[in-house]
DNA sequence: TTGCAGGGTCGAATCGATTCGATCGAATCG
DNA sequence: CGATTCGATCGAATCGATTCGACCCTGCAA
C-alpha cells in the first residue's frame, strides 16, 4: 500500500508540482497556518500521498522557525550511573512531563568532560540542535560549555548546581536540611557521629575524607550536604563512597563501624542508599539500628523493595526539582522572566534513629 | 569577558565579513574540513571571538549535512513507569554506549498513543529531528508512526516486537526460554502451577487472565513469554500484574495463595520484580520457598538490593539488547545492510525452585 | 455603481550553514 | 623553462521548508 517508492525522498516543492500549487500554498495545507481551500488541500494530501511525502522535514522547519522542540538534560557520567540514583528517575519525569505538555521532548546528554574526549572535538552538548539545556548534577567542570551555549543564546537551568551567573538556578536547601538532620542528632544526645558522603570528586574513590575536601570537592550537592552536617558538629569522622549504592553504603558501614573501640553513635549518609548499606554492615557485625547505632539517610526513596526498614531520612521533592526545572525553562523560551527556585527537604522520621546508647 | 553582546545572534557570514573571508573560508575554519593557513584560521575565530559566535547552528549544519546526529527511542508509557523496569536502564546504558562513540545522541520520546493526543496534531515522534528510531517494549499501536518514519526514510530497530515490514529485528527468545523455564518445573514434578505476567494490554489492570487474552494482547513480550509457558503445560492459572513491580508481585502472589485448598505448587513469574513480590507474599503466607512453592523469575537483575533472595531466574542479556540495536542503527544509517539479531536468555539456578513437597 | 473586506493563492525572501568546482599564485619536477 | 601539482581561497548552488506582502477575485454594503 505504500504507493510509488520513488528514487529521491520527496520534497514538499515536488508535492506543490504535482498538485499544482505553489510551494507556499503547500505549505500551508500542511501546517493549517492560513486559509486553504478545502479542496487544494486534498489536492494537496493526495499528491504528498502518491509521492510518499512524509510531511516537512523536522530540521528545514526548525531552521526556519527558530525552534528545535529539542530540550537537552545533560547528566553527569554515564547513563547507568545516573539512572541507579533512584531519585534521577522521578526528576526526569517530572520534567518530561512539564515539558511533554510543551511539545518538547528530551535530548539525553552526558557530561563530556568524562568521557575521554578529545579537547579538540567540540562535545555534543556544543553541538546538538537545543532550544534549552537543563544540567543536572553537573559540576563546575562544564563551565566553558556553558560559556558557548550562553553565547549561542540558548537558556539554561541548572539542578543542584552551583550557582551561575546567566543560569536558571533550580536549588535544594542541602545544606540546612543537613543541619536539620545533624541538629535532631545532637539533640538526641550523638557527641560522636560518622558522616558518609557521596562522591564528592570526578575521581570517585572510596576512602576516608581528606583534609582537603573542599577544595577539591566538584558536587555541589555533596559538599553543601557535608558543610550542613559541620554547622552543627565541628568535628567528625568521613568517609566517601565511590558511588550512591546500597553496596558503597556497605563498604563504608563496615570500615566506619569496624573498630569496636572507636566506634561512632550514629552515622549521617548522604543518600538513603547509603544508609541502607550501613544498616546492612550494621546487621553483620551484630549491632541493633537504633538501639546501637542510629543512621539517617538523604533522598526519601520508599524503601519498600529494600527490604522494608523504615528509614528515617529527608525527604527530598524529586519530582519537583524535574518540574521546576521544566517550568523554568519554559519561561525562559517564552522571553519571560525566570525566578530562580528553592525546594525544601523535610525530615522524615523512621525507624533508624534514636538516643544514643547509655 | 564575554565580549560585545551584539543584540542579534551572530552567523558565520558576519563573522566571515569581519575576517575579511568569504564564508567558505570561514566554515573551513571551523570544520577544518580542508586547507586553510593558519593565519587565516586565527582571523576567523578572532573574529568570532569579538563577535560572540558560539559556532555553526546545528540546525543549519544538520540541514545540509543531511545528518541530526539524533537517534529518538520511543519508550511505552511515561517515562516513570519505563525506568521502575530494571531491564531498561542496561539496555539503554548499551544503546547509549554504542551510538556515543559514534558521536549520536538518544532523544527520549514516549508512545504518543498513550498520551490523551490529539489525532489532528501530529505526534512528535513524527515530527522530531532524527536520523533513526529505536522502538523499545512498544506495541503494534505505533504502526501508522512506522509507515510515517519509512515514508521518511527513517531507519527503524525495534527491541523485543513483533516483527514489522521494514524494521530491524532485535529479539530475545522469549518463549524459547519461558518453555525451558517451565519444562524444568514440570521435569521437577509440578503438575499445578500459576503465572504471573506483565501487562499484557493497554489497559494496565490488574486480575485473574482472561480467556481472550492472546486476541487482546498488544505487549508481544509478555504474551511470547506466556505461550512459551503454554508450549509446556496446557493448563494453568493466570494473573495478570499491572505493572512490573514488587508491589504488584505481591498483590499478584496474595491473590494467588491465598486459598490453601487450592494452591499451586510453583510461581512462573514473567520479570523478577513480580518474582520477588510473589516470594514476599508467600514468606505471609508462611509457605517457604522452594519447600511448599517454587517461584521462578525472568530478567535476571542482582537481587542483592531486594532483600538478598538468589532467584532462580531466566537472565537475559539487557545491555546486549541495547548494543544490538545500537550497532544495527549505526549499520543502518551508514547504509549497510544488518542482520536481525536474536537473543538467548539463560536459566541461572538460584534457591526459589525446587521438587514440589510430597 | 463603487468601495471595501477578506478568503485564497502566489512569488520571493529568508533561516544559517556546507560543499562543489573554479581560480590563482607558488612551488616542484623533469 | 614549461608543465604540473598543490595549497589557499572564493562564488554560487543547495539543503527544505516558512512566511511576509502583494495580488486577484468574489460578495456585500453603501
Redesign the interface.
Known amino acids: 500500500m505504500?504507493a510509488h517508492a520513488t528514487r529521491a525522498?520527496a520534497t514538499l516543492a515536488a508535492v506543490a508540482e504535482r498538485a499544482g500549487v505553489s510551494r507556499s500554498t503547500a505549505s500551508l495545507a500542511f501546517s493549517g497556518a492560513g486559509p486553504v481551500a478545502p479542496e487544494t488541500r486534498d489536492r494537496v494530501l493526495e499528491a504528498a500521498r502518491t509521492l510518499?511525502?512524509?510531511?516537512p522535514?523536522?530540521?528545514?522547519?526548525?531552521?526556519r522557525r527558530g525552534r528545535?522542540?529539542?530540550v537537552g538534560v545533560v547528566i553527569e557520567d554515564?547513563?547507568?550511573e545516573a539512572?541507579?540514583d533512584p531519585m534521577n528517575?522521578?526528576m526526569?519525569?517530572g520534567l518530561?512531563?512539564e515539558l511533554?505538555t510543551a511539545?518538547l521532548?528530551?535530548?539525553?546528554?552526558?557530561d563530556p568532560t568524562t568521557?575521554g574526549s578529545d579537547p579538540g572535538v567540540?562535545a555534543?552538548i556544543?553541538?546538538?540542535?537545543?532550544d534549552a539545556v537543563v544540567l543536572v548534577g553537573c559540576s563546575t567542570r562544564l563551565d566553558a560549555s556553558v560559556?558557548?551555549?550562553?553565547?549561542?543564546?540558548i537558556p539554561i537551568a541548572a539542578i543542584e548546581a552551583e550557582p551561575m551567573e546567566g543560569v536558571l538556578d533550580i536549588a535544594l536547601d542541602n545544606r540546612r536540611a543537613s543541619a536539620l538532620g545533624a541538629a535532631r542528632m545532637h539533640e538526641l544526645g550523638h557527641r560522636d557521629i560518622a558522616v558518609v558522603t557521596l562522591p564528592l570528586g570526578p575521581e570517585h574513590s572510596a576512602g576516608a575524607l581528606a583534609e582537603d575536601w573542599e577544595a577539591r570537592a566538584t558536587s555541589f550537592p555533596a559538599a553543601e550536604r557535608l558543610r550542613g552536617v559541620l554547622d552543627v558538629y565541628d568535628t567528625l569522622r568521613g568517609w566517601m563512597a565511590p558511588a550512591s549504592?546500597?553496596?558503597s553504603g556497605y563498604t563504608a558501614g563496615l570500615s566506619i563501624l569496624a573498630d569496636p573501640q572507636h566506634r561512632p553513635t550514629a552515622v549521617i549518609a548522604q543518600s538513603d542508599?547509603l544508609a541502607?548499606g550501613v544498616i546492612r554492615a550494621a546487621d553483620e557485625l551484630g549491632l541493633m539500628v537504633p538501639a546501637d547505632l542510629s543512621v539517617l539517610g538523604f533522598d526519601g526513596i520508599r524503601t519498600?523493595?529494600?527490604?522494608g526498614v523504615e528509614l528515617t531520612t529527608l525527604v527530598q521533592p524529586a519530582i519537583e526539582k524535574g518540574r521546576a526545572a521544566g517550568r523554568g525553562v519554559l519561561r525562559l523560551l517564552a522571553g519571560e522572566p525566570a525566578p530562580p527556585v528553592l525546594l525544601r527537604c523535610t525530615l522524615r522520621p523512621g525507624q533508624t534513629v534514636g538516643p544514643p546508647a547509655a
Open positions: 505504500d525522498r510518499g511525502y512524509g510531511g522535514d523536522p530540521v528545514a522547519r526548525s531552521l528545535t522542540g529539542i554515564r547513563l547507568r539512572f541507579r528517575i522521578p526526569l519525569d518530561a512531563d511533554g511539545g521532548s528530551i535530548l539525553l546528554l552526558t568521557a567540540p555534543v556544543e553541538t546538538a540542535p537545543m560559556a558557548l551555549l550562553r553565547r549561542r543564546r549504592s546500597i553496596a542508599l541502607l519498600e523493595g529494600y527490604g
